[in-house]
């Protein structure tokens, strides 16, 4: 039971917890609370004191922002407004908050804002659908199209389509750059005539892969009617990652260790045998690596690439908010901000799980 | 004809003046059935010799013959037991042998493989341990995969580069006789390259030393007239035993003492003295 756990646990990312379990367990106290203050307290006070830090810059910015409006208001309109001005301030008023760095508080309430947001949009969807459904079977027979719902989508929902984009674009990345890298790793001539190539394009800009996708989607598409910013972007975000899976897998084939193409050599294994039997096996941790890295830049950029695009997604809600400038936008920036970082501390562990799990290299954290 | 040939063989690696020189003029004729040795230092090219010899590499000039014909590139008739076992970590043991089996007998039923492979893992004592990984496995049972694998597939000849160099004294000394039980069964060819004298006389037939390059090149061989099965322990006291390793070891010291007192590179020292500063304090 409890070996079976902590091997669940390790596998999932969670070792941290293991002194928790071995306590639990009754084992050795002493170590396993040492473990614990060293494994989880620590990083707990860490956040804390991170959160000390921001609660009082943010106060800092906040009274700042703060005298700057009242003062404005005395030297313009006189006393007796920047006295209103200050009580409106202080009684907290949305109409009249400082326009600055959010505090913890406020960043938390925007949070479950959104979530109540969501619910109130998920529960419109759901009437709309019940409401129209009679409508739209009418319609079906008919020859027509149903009708849909077209709301505002919730911040949930824009998360969803952002993980989705970027599911697409790793998707192409992965199709496109591992056969690719594979190729190229296979023979020294391809790897010297694209090392240019690749040496070149490596470095340049998601927001140019994006004009350029653009460029080229636009016309593509000329004949249809239907969004393409959604191809768009996920193309972008697939050529702008696909670079580190290329050049890694194209590295990791090609320098695999004399040794094994020996044995390859001695056992007479065929072409196809010694690449998926012996190259591919022994090259499969640095193609790994470079599918890593992939995922985590496809994230970064599709924050980006969404923003610009105006396609759906986490980075327009960023983008519309920014533009929107409400009372509360700010605090849903920063919320933004903390769930888009915590998707992609999922996203690569998940990736090295799978990386483990497929990994010979098992005893080895990379 | 002898069963391998050797004849006249160079090998240089690099050109123009990149170029090292690494095996020159070598002749060796191996009989079938012969257990032969080569013992050399580290560094004196023994495992470039055995790679001409699997077809791992080729001649820069001269011919290597196998069974009369010109050895073209590596062959399922010359099994390799490398110097660092070259598993694939990847795979089991019993997937390592297996890999090997199946190229070996393309045609043969699924049942036959799978006889084979257990068998030839029984053989070297590793059958608890068929679903491991190299990297669970000592150095002595890595090594002795090898030998199931290279075995397996049923070759002529076994051609073994330092196999046991990186054991300790013990496991190598068990590997030893199972080798050279395994050769014993079937008498096949086998050559071993090794830098222990006393593992060439305990094994081979013949011994025959290479000169450390570069351009290294065989030296005269040693015949070891000790009957089979020898016995380790009574071999330290066998006459024939002592006088051949005194032979061969006396050679490899006065080639080790040629080696460094034929070091051709005069430094030309500079004639300075030192500055005498005595008076200025």
């Not at chain 1, 972007?233 to 320098?255: P, Y």
Request: hydrophobic share 45%; proline share 4%; net charge neutral.
């Amino acid at each position: 039971m409890k070996d079976s756990l902590l091997r669940a646990f390790r596998f999932l990312g969670l070792g941290f917890l293991e002194p928790v379990v071995r306590l639990a367990a009754g084992e050795d106290t002493q170590k396993n609370v040492t473990q614990i203050v060293k494994k989880i307290l620590a990083p707990i006070a860490s956040m804390i004191l991170f959160l000390g830090i921001w609660y009082t810059g943010s106060k800092s910015l906040y009274n700042t922002e703060a005298n700057y409006a009242i003062e404005k208001t005395r030297s313009e309109r006189g006393e007796a407004e920047a006295e209103k001005t200050r009580e409106c301030i202080e009684s907290g008023d949305l109409s009249c908050q400082p326009n600055t760095l959010p505090s913890p508080k406020q960043v938390w309430n925007s949070f479950q804002l959104l979530l109540e947001d969501h619910k109130q949009i998920s529960a419109n969807k759901e009437a709309f659908v019940v409401k129209t459904s009679a409508l739209n079977m009418k319609r079906l027979e008919q020859g027509k199209d149903p009708i849909v719902y077209t709301g505002r989508p919730s911040f949930v929902d824009q998360i969803k389509t952002s993980i989705k984009t970027v599911f697409a674009g790793f998707l192409l990345a992965f199709l496109f750059a591992t056969p690719i890298g594979i190729i190229i790793g296979l023979s020294e001539t391809l790897r010297n005539s694209f090392n240019w190539l690749i040496q070149i394009l490596k470095p340049v800009s998601p927001v140019v892969w994006l004009l350029l996708v653009f460029m080229i989607v636009k016309t593509l598409t000329k004949d249809s009617t239907g969004d393409t910013s959604y191809i768009i972007s996920f193309i972008s975000v697939g050529l702008c990652s696909m670079w580190a899976t290329l050049v890694n897998t194209a590295v990791g084939v090609s320098s695999v260790d004399k040794d094994y193409i020996n044995v390859a050599k001695v056992l007479k294994l065929g072409t196809f045998q010694k690449i998926f039997k012996v190259i591919l096996p022994a090259a499969l941790p640095l193609i790994f690596t470079g599918l890593r890295i992939t995922l985590s830049v496809a994230w970064m950029v599709l924050i980006a690439i969404e923003l610009l695009a105006q396609s759906p997604g986490l980075g327009s809600f960023v983008w519309e908010e920014f533009q929107n400038g409400a009372n509360d936008s700010n605090s849903k920036i920063i919320v933004a901000m903390f769930i888009i970082g915590f998707i992609g501390f999922l996203l690569d562990q998940i990736m090295l799980t799978i990386q483990k799990l497929i990994s010979f290299d098992k005893g080895s954290d990379v | 004809m002898a069963y391998l040939e050797l004849n006249n063989i160079t090998k240089n690696f690099g050109t123009g003046s990149d170029m090292t020189e690494v095996l020159d003029d070598i002749n060796l004729h191996i009989e079938e059935g012969e257990f032969v040795a080569i013992v050399g230092f580290t560094g004196s090219g023994k495992t470039t010799l055995v790679n001409l010899i699997n077809g791992l590499e080729t001649p820069t000039s001269g011919e290597v013959l196998f069974k009369g014909k010109p050895v073209e590139g590596t062959s399922h008739e010359r099994g390799v037991i490398f110097q660092n076992y070259s598993l694939l970590p990847w795979l089991t043991v019993y997937q390592n042998v297996e890999m090997a089996v199946r190229e070996a007998f393309p045609n043969e039923s699924k049942d036959f493989l799978d006889k084979r492979i257990k068998e030839y893992i029984a053989m070297v004592n590793l059958s608890p341990a068929i679903s491991k990984r190299p990297k669970e496995l000592s150095g002595g049972m890595r090594q002795r995969v090898s030998v199931a694998r290279a075995l397996a597939m049923d070759p002529e000849m076994i051609i073994m580069d330092e196999p046991l160099g990186a054991l300790d004294a013990l496991t190598r000394g068990n590997l030893q006789d199972e080798i050279l039980n395994i050769w014993n069964k079937n008498k096949r060819t086998a050559l071993l390259i090794t830098n222990d004298v006393d593992e060439g006389i305990y094994m081979a037939d013949r011994i025959i030393p290479l000169k450390p390059g570069p351009k290294a090149t065989l030296g005269p061989e040693f015949k070891i007239n000790i009957d089979r099965p020898r016995d380790k322990t009574l071999l330290n006291d066998n006459p024939e035993y002592k006088k051949t390793r005194n032979a061969i070891i006396e050679y490899l010291m006065d080639i080790g003492n040629e080696r460094s007192s034929n070091s051709t590179i005069q430094y030309e020292l500079p004639d300075l003295q030192p500055r005498d500063l005595r008076w200025r304090a």
